[in-house]
């Protein structure tokens, strides 16, 4: 069965120092996603790619964050540099990008990030 | 702006008995998607079921059923014959305007 694959599982970092993660979504997929959960919330959206280009990013801190996917399969999310407030769980999902409301999203297994 | 409410933070069932989990959301667009996903310990969102606004009949998935009251806004989900399995965190979640929001979840323990 197709899976999204992201990776690390799990991150340890210092304040202000970088961090990236990656993620692969399920083959054919157009649109990926990147989700921040904090403990005990749900998730919420960082960055949506429809193909390689960036549909909504209102709510990426884009002093800090950066996300890409340039071949319009993988991609990776960046944080520089890390701030306490900054750990949590980060999903990616991806879904077809054909059924408008009705859009199915997938989630991969998630990086919990810790920063210290 | 679209809102999704859960309230409730936690739930006890005994296993093989059945459970209901509440939902109710706010949107003023005709056509929307509510969705629920189940996230064990391990962390992965798993979907469980699907129901459209137009759709006529309540969705089911195996044993998981959505009971979707239109007028009342609310779609909840009920897990028939529980099993240990399904201690998790349930999440309820609405697509509106092509965006996805998510409720603050109910957790599950099944007994046995």
């Known amino acids: 069965e197709a899976e999204v694959a992201q990776s690390p599982r799990y991150k340890i970092t210092e304040k202000s120092q970088a961090v990236a993660f990656w993620c692969d979504p399920i083959s054919g997929h157009a649109t990926l996603y990147w989700y921040r959960q904090i403990l005990g919330q749900g998730p919420e959206l960082l960055v949506q790619f429809q193909d390689e280009s960036v549909v909504d990013d209102s709510q990426l801190p884009k002093d800090r964050f950066s996300a890409e996917r340039l071949k319009g399969v993988d991609s990776t999310l960046k944080i520089q540099p890390a701030e306490l407030g900054d750990s949590a769980m980060y999903l990616c999902?991806?879904?077809?990008?054909?059924?408008?409301?009705?859009?199915?999203?997938?989630f991969g297994p998630g990086t919990r990030l810790l920063v210290l | 702006a679209q809102k999704i409410t859960q309230t409730q933070p936690g739930m006890f069932v005994q296993e093989k008995e059945a459970v209901t989990l509440d939902c109710t959301y706010d949107t003023s667009d005709p056509s929307y998607g509510l969705f629920w996903y189940k996230q064990p310990s391990s962390g992965e969102m798993i979907f469980l079921i699907y129901?459209?606004?137009?759709?006529?009949q309540n969705a089911t998935e195996g044993r998981y059923s959505l009971n979707f009251q239109k007028a009342r806004k609310s779609a909840n989900l009920v897990i028939s014959a529980s099993q240990l399995g399904d201690s998790a965190m349930y999440f309820c979640a609405m697509t509106s305007d092509y965006k996805l929001s998510f409720g603050a979840g109910t957790t599950v323990t099944v007994r046995a």
């Open positions: 999902a991806s879904s077809t990008g054909t059924s408008g409301n009705g859009e199915t999203q997938y």
């Open positions: 129901q459209g606004s137009y759709d006529q």
